[in-house]
Each structure stands twice: as C-alpha cells, then as structure tokens.
C-alpha cells in the first residue's frame, strides 16, 4: 500500500511540475484539435510512441476523432491513411527522430488533390481484375500510377481506363520490375496509357518494347550501393524515407 501511495505521489509531482512548461504553442495545438475537420492523426517513436498511442486513445474515447500511426509504418505505405483535413501531432523528446523528420515533408505535401483507386478480384481467376472504383476528382489532370511490378498488365490497364473513363488526361504508369508476360505489351501499348516507365531489373528483350516505353538503369544506383558498402557508408541514405 505505501509503495501504491508513492507512486500516485511521484506522478502527481510529475503533473504539478509539467504545469510550469505549459504556454503559448500548448494553446495553439489545442486550438488547431478543436479547429480540426478530419481526424488527429498522432505519431512518435519510442517511449513518445507509446505517449502518442495514450493521447489517441483518450482523444478518441471522449469524442475527437483520433488514430495513431507509427512514423516508421507510415513511411512503408501506412502514410495514406492521413487525409488533407487531418491534423498530424508529431511527438518527439528530442525533435530530431529521423523516422519522423523524413515523413515530415511528406506529410505537408498531403494537401495535394487525392484520387484512389480500389480493385477487386476473383481468387479463382489469377491476373484477372473483377472491378475497379475511383474515389476522386482527376478530371483533366495528369495521373500516375506506381507498382512494383507488371505483369499481363490487367490491373493497370483496368485502373488507366478507369482514370481515363472519369476525365484524366493523361495516365503514366511507372513499376520497377518490368515483367511483361503476354499480352502485356498489347494492353500497355494500346493507348490507353500515354507513358509506361520502367526500370531495367529485368531483362527487356526487343519483342517487349513499344513506342511508349521508357527504361530507366539501375546500374547507377547499384555501383552506389556497392561503393557505399566497401567504403563501409551508408546503403540507407541512397533510400530516402525507408529506414
């Protein structure tokens, strides 16, 4: 029992001292969460990770809309989940986490209009796209749709005509691995898509070019990496954003 009544003690403490640091910027988040028309999107690292991960879940109990997203999680694909009417507080004991300060800028681009695209698919029918549904304004504008690889290209075709159908301009696909199974080709060069960028991982023979493809080297990237390993630096620096 005296330990349980020490320990209420020390956080009191801690409480009453923490009243001495409170002043102008406190004011002002306030006002911005109150201020806020989408969620509190709060984030942190460590121990202000687990501090952020509270203040989300009291936020959220008495009635702000609240969710906390991990800094790391969120610069491998969780960042879309923070729409432009969100308000994202940042918790940081020393304000220098580099999970944090590499999203950061990020973040501030997130005012950009958004379009998503969402597919579904038949398990049974492989490479085959069931439906495709835009949320999003891209009437007249120039769409860019990313992949890590294309395969027979049913998917990005589908999603291109689908911008294309709702008013886009123009769509771009860009994907790193260039797997062009058939009819690959045929679809990407059909024109519905203006531009297809890839890179060279994968072996592009003649049969597989078309008029509209663009094939970027990885050699530069590779000799850096390799220099960057024997002359014992950082590979992670090469990645910006992917700790």
Do not use: Y
């Amino acid at each position: 029992m005296a330990l349980a009544r020490e320990t209420l003690d020390i956080e009191a403490a801690a409480l009453l001292g923490l009243k001495q640091h409170i002043g102008p910027d406190f004011v002002q988040v306030v006002r911005l969460m109150l201020a806020v028309q989408g969620r509190v999107v709060v984030m942190g690292m460590g121990k202000s990770g687990h501090v952020g991960r509270k203040i989300a879940a009291t936020l959220a109990s008495t009635g702000t809309p609240a969710m906390f997203v991990h800094p790391g999680e969120a610069s491998h694909g969780d960042l879309g989940m923070i729409k432009p009417m969100d308000l994202v507080l940042a918790i940081s004991n020393s304000g220098e986490s580099e999970e944090l300060t590499a999203i950061l800028p990020m973040i501030k681009r997130l005012g950009a209009p958004l379009a998503i695209i969402h597919k579904r698919r038949d398990p049974d029918r492989p490479n085959q796209v069931e439906a495709h549904e835009l949320v999003g304004d891209v009437k007249g504008r120039t769409c860019l749709l990313v992949d890590d690889m294309i395969d027979t290209a049913g998917t990005i075709v589908a999603a291109a005509q689908a911008l294309k159908n709702n008013g886009a301009a123009r769509v771009i696909v860009a994907a790193t691995h260039a797997v062009f199974s058939s009819p690959a080709v045929e679809r990407l060069s059909s024109g519905v898509v203006d531009e297809v960028i890839v890179t060279n991982t994968l072996p592009i023979t003649r049969e597989k070019q078309f008029d509209n493809l663009t094939v970027l080297s990885i050699a530069p990237l590779i000799a850096a990496a390799i220099s960057a390993v024997f002359g014992d630096d950082s590979v992670n620096k090469l990645f910006p954003g992917h700790a």
